[in-house]
């Protein structure tokens, strides 16, 4: 069983900075990817950023120049910088585990709402 909780959302203002935090826990396979993905009012859910245990990462178009993803193996934390934040980020943040870079795997964290608004 794996457990993962957010943290780090909250309320700023266009052009501001957040830094998500996300810690997972219990089952976790060796070689595995870490990701966040983020779901906005009426729309899909979509790849914000993922990286694996080796640190190969995956972006996606809107986060590509003002996001950064890192991770620390040891703590098994995956972290979201976000600057330049612009209100179309603002979104439900979900973590993820999955097997692959380059799709979600089924564990996800419960979310945590970011709003970006003047």
């Known amino acids: 069983q794996v457990h993962i909780e957010e943290s780090g959302g909250g309320f700023v203002q266009p052009g501001g900075s957040l830094k998500l935090s996300c810690k997972m826990s219990?089952?976790?396979?060796?070689?595995?990817?870490m990701g966040w993905y983020r779901q906005a009012p009426g729309k899909e859910r979509e790849l914000v950023a993922a990286?694996?245990?080796?640190?190969?990462?995956n972006y996606g178009n809107s986060a590509k120049g003002r996001f950064t993803i890192s991770r620390d193996n040891a703590e098994r934390t995956v972290y979201l910088q976000m600057n330049g934040l612009k209100p179309e980020d603002t979104a439900v943040y979900y973590c993820?585990?999955?097997?692959?870079?380059?799709?979600?795997?089924?564990?996800w964290g419960k979310g945590i709402l970011v709003t970006v608004s003047a």
């Open positions: 993820n585990l999955a097997k692959y870079l380059r799709e979600p795997g089924p564990w």
């Open positions: 219990g089952s976790i396979f060796s070689t595995n990817t």
């Open positions: 990286m694996t245990n080796m640190f190969t990462t």
